[in-house]
């Protein structure tokens, strides 16, 4: 079983489009994350969910928007897509308590591209 | 604020020779650090951490690292690199208190025959 999923793998889209990409983990952590990789491998953060609560969000356009449903899912719907965008996209999530010590346990990554 | 530096984007070693990759780190508070691989195409995993215990700290797969907190550095060690070890490696600071791990750029190891 994986224990944090992301789908889809790939995704490629034209400019404009509206996405999503969805994210389950199924350790029962408290905690879930969105990172974003950029083509030099730079990963930033984006957002952080604690029990469905935004806790972190990051200068991230407002075309962003993330959404949890519950503790085990954080979904990313992007409107709007620009050329910007192309990213590999990775939900993460931690352990209660150990999200504030940075231990962190990360999905496979949405590969994101924008024509 | 918290930052990292990397030193080098790029090492190539020989298969069995020392690994060493550098990791310097800036805190206003007591850091957690951390290093994690990416094996090509996939997510991070986390090779080990410090959080304030032993400075010399131990991982998977045989590497360790020591916190050093005179030089501000968590330098990352394997005494002999597989062919297996080849991949990305992060270094990552924390501040303990508000789930934000901040990387730094990556450490592409590559590991000749």
């Known amino acids: 079983d994986t224990a944090v999923s992301q789908t889809p793998k790939y995704l490629v889209t034209q400019m404009g489009n509206d996405k999503s990409i969805k994210c389950e983990q199924n350790?029962?952590?408290?905690?879930m994350y969105w990172y974003k990789q950029d083509s030099k491998k730079f990963l930033k953060i984006m957002f952080s969910?604690?029990?469905?609560?935004?806790?972190i969000n990051e200068t991230v356009p407002n075309r962003f928007s993330p959404k949890s449903p519950d503790k085990a899912h954080l979904n990313l719907h992007i409107n709007s897509l620009e050329l910007g965008d192309s990213a590999v996209y990775f939900c993460?999530?931690?352990?209660?308590?150990?999200?504030?010590?940075?231990?962190?346990?990360f999905g496979e990554g949405s590969r994101l591209t924008v024509l | 604020a918290q930052s990292v530096t990397q030193l080098g984007s790029h090492v190539s070693v020989s298969e069995g020779a020392l690994v060493l990759l550098r990791c310097n780190y800036s805190?206003?508070?007591?850091?957690?650090l951390f290093w994690y691989v990416q094996y090509p195409n996939q997510g991070l995993q986390l090779l080990l951490k410090?959080?304030?215990?032993?400075?010399l700290v131990k991982g998977i797969n045989g590497f360790e690292a020591e916190f050093k907190k005179s030089e501000t550095s968590f330098h990352l060690t394997k005494p002999s690199a597989h062919m297996s070890d080849a991949a990305e490696y992060f270094c990552?600071?924390?501040?303990?208190?508000?789930?934000?791990?901040?990387f730094g750029k990556g450490t592409l190891l590559t590991v000749n025959p």
């Open positions: 993460a999530s931690s352990p209660p308590d150990r999200g504030q010590t940075g231990e962190l346990f």
């Open positions: 805190s206003s508070v007591p850091p957690y």
């Open positions: 969910y604690n029990n469905k609560e935004l806790i």
């Open positions: 990552a600071v924390s501040g303990g208190s508000n789930y934000k791990l901040t």
């Open positions: 410090y959080t304030s215990a032993a400075t």
């Open positions: 350790l029962g952590h408290d905690t």
